[in-house]
């Protein structure tokens, strides 16, 4: 079957989300039922608060993205699931509930990384060309990736310490903004100016890792100072200065690769690439460029499941399946 219809579940956060996936790159449905708005609250995601709604909410999420595919269990080749990374208790919801379709109705079972899925979003869009270069900015990482053919990742450049969006999550905490605080910052920082120049981190010459910890210390250290001294700041400018120095570095380490590497195609991956003063940055370096940029839309960012159906059509053409006894694995590798 090379049309093959393969049901993906993911829950490795806070999203409980099924999607059908046609062929690897035809998105049938695609459903995604967040709990963002529960554990704001608490200023982060909450594990035990996580499993429990993603219980709550995989039936119905499920029928939800049969029936916009019009389609029954009958119809599926296969069932694919994030088996990690992720929180281990929110990833054996997905990993159990796939278990049991798969079981039930005789399906070929796949097991999907994470990482790989924020990078397989982008063949929903379009067809990859090798070799390429993606980049993953999403809460928990912050990695170059280099690609000789489908399934085969080498990572090039990782962060040492916090991810991109954990960065922006930890400063946004300390300007007592919501969470998620991507998205918030993102928004303010269109508004504000580049005012206080943080730390660059560049590391040794030559390195394709990251580190953002000493960014994100440099903008409380600045933050405490100036409440201290009664000085007056705009949150705007705050916001804007730090994501100006997230966006040099992670733009410029990964022009630096793609030219280093000649790669065809550059693939932004993962929640930080909905940031729209990342997208605007790597437009202005990479368009009129040799190299193909792909950055999904806005709904292909976040997690979904649409991404987790488009990797497990490479893993099913290359026959790699499951069995019962497949779990989640909060810490798996690429
Ligand atoms: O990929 P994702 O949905 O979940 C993980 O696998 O981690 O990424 C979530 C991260 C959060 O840290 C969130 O603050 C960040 O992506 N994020 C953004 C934006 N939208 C989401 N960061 C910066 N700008 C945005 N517009
Ligand atoms: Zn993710």
């Not at 389609?71 to 080749?77: A, I, K």
């Given at each position: 079957e090379t049309n093959e219809i393969i049901l993906a579940i993911e829950t490795s956060c806070d999203e409980t989300a099924v999607a059908v996936v046609q062929?690897?790159?035809?998105?049938l449905s695609n459903v995604v039922a967040t709990q963002m708005d529960i554990h704001e609250k608490y200023g982060g995601v909450v594990p035990e608060i996580a499993s429990r709604h993603h219980i709550e909410q995989m039936t119905v999420v499920m029928e939800q993205a049969l029936d916009e595919a019009s389609?029954?269990?009958?119809?599926?080749?296969a069932v694919a699931v994030?088996?990690?990374?992720?929180?281990v208790g929110a990833l054996l919801i997905g990993v159990n509930a796939a278990k049991a379709i798969a079981f039930a109705n005789d399906l070929p079972l796949i097991g999907v990384h994470h990482i790989a899925g924020h990078i397989y979003a982008n063949r929903l869009m379009q067809e990859f060309e090798f070799p390429l270069l993606s980049l993953v900015v999403s809460g928990g990482h912050t990695e170059l990736i280099y690609m000789k053919q489908h399934g085969d990742y080498e990572v090039i450049g990782e962060t040492r310490d916090d991810a991109a969006g954990e960065a922006y999550d930890k400063v946004a905490k300390a300007l007592n903004l919501?969470?998620?605080g991507g998205p918030v910052l993102d928004k303010l920082a269109q508004e504000?100016?580049?005012?206080?120049q943080f730390p660059r981190?560049?590391?040794?010459?030559?390195?394709y890792d990251f580190s953002f910890s000493g960014l994100k210390t440099a903008v409380i250290n600045k933050l405490n100072q100036m409440k201290q001294k009664g000085e007056n700041y705009r949150v705007e400018d705050i916001a804007a200065s730090f994501q100006a120095s997230v966006i040099e570095v992670l733009t410029e380490k990964t022009f630096k690769a793609t030219n280093d590497l000649g790669v065809k195609q550059l693939i932004v991956a993962g929640g930080?690439?909905?940031n729209k003063g990342l997208r605007e940055a790597l437009h202005q370096k990479f368009?009129?460029?040799d190299i193909d940029l792909m950055i999904p839309p806005l709904y292909l960012?976040?997690?979904?499941?649409a991404m987790i159906g488009a990797t497990a059509s490479i893993h099913y053409h290359q026959g790699e399946f499951k069995d019962l006894s497949l779990n989640a694995n909060p810490g798996l590798m690429l």
């Open positions: 062929g690897g790159r035809k998105l389609l029954t269990v009958d119809d599926l080749d994030t088996e990690g990374p992720g929180l919501p969470y998620p504000g100016e580049d005012l206080y981190a560049w590391l040794e010459d030559g390195s930080v690439s909905a368009d009129n460029r960012c976040t997690d979904n499941a």
